[in-house]
T-cell receptor, first 114, second 112 residues
Framework: DTEVTQTPKHLVMGMTNKKSLKCEQH?????MYWYKQKAKKPPELMFV???????INESVPSRFSPECPNSSLLNLHLHALQPEDSALYLC?????????????FGPGTRLTVL | GQQLNQSPQSMFIQEGEDVSMNCTSS?????WLWYKQDPGEGPVLLIA?????ELTSNGRLTAQFGITRKDSFLNISASIPSDVGIYFC????????????FGSGTQLTVLP
């Protein structure tokens, strides 16, 4: 299995809602990532998990809360978002050794904040 | 942070033509990656390069890791309509394991 899956594919939420994005991979990768991507722009790194522990937080606002329950799953909890947070949220995974820079992306969750 | 200059920003070509795009950096990179992204989808890894001077092919795609370790190019030969999309270069700067820097992307349009 060489896929990274993400659910939901689309999400519309109000500024007072709480929602979660989910990501799953079964490639045995122990590094997982969250990226935010605006239209026609490159992905921007938000968080990196290494061996299920948060290793990098790129100064992301606390209204985004990541969680890595096990080596295959990655969640992003959303609360009190702003309209400017509307974007494509991408999950990726990579090995921890060897070709560790080869990040494999999921299809993304298109988030719209009203 | 690190900056990657990717050019051209966009290209319009005829089906069957060859395409070339490149990325340059002011600092050394340990790894160069090339991704393609279709609308509404996540980036798909096309080619990964790990050694200066390395030339790697994947079907009609060929990419090279520059000798200076500060640049990379991607060539697509005999373009077809499904080559349409945004191509991103990405690199791992020296000393920044697992943190990729992305280029701004090249939007490719293939005209029939």
């Amino acid at each position: 299995d060489t896929e990274v899956t993400q659910t939901p594919k689309h999400l519309v939420m109000g500024m007072t809602n709480k929602k979660s994005l989910k990501c799953e991979q079964h490639m045995g990768h122990r590094a997982m990532y969250w990226y935010k991507q605006k239209a026609k722009k490159p992905p921007e790194l938000m968080f990196v998990y290494s061996y299920e522990k948060l290793s990098i937080n790129e100064s992301v606002p606390s209204r985004f809360s990541p969680e890595c329950p096990n080596s295959s799953l990655l969640n992003l909890h959303l609360h009190a978002l702003q309209p400017e947070d509307s974007a494509l949220y991408l999950c990726a995974s990579s090995p921890m050794v060897g070709r560790y820079n080869e990040q494999f992306f999921g299809p993304g969750t298109r988030l719209t904040v009203l | 942070g690190q900056q990657l200059n990717q050019s051209p920003q966009s290209m319009f070509i005829q089906e069957g033509e060859d395409v070339s795009m490149n990325c340059t950096s002011s600092s050394i990179f340990n790894t160069w990656l090339w991704y393609k992204q279709d609308p509404g989808e996540g980036p798909v890894l096309l080619i990964a390069l790990y050694k200066a001077g390395e030339l790697t092919s994947n079907g009609r795609l060929t990419a090279q890791f520059g000798i200076t370790r500060k640049d990379s190019f991607l060539n697509i030969s005999a373009s077809i309509p499904s080559d349409v999309g945004i191509y991103f270069c990405a690199g791992q700067p020296s000393g920044s394991a697992r943190q990729l820097t992305f280029g701004s992307g090249t939007q490719l349009t293939v005209l029939p």
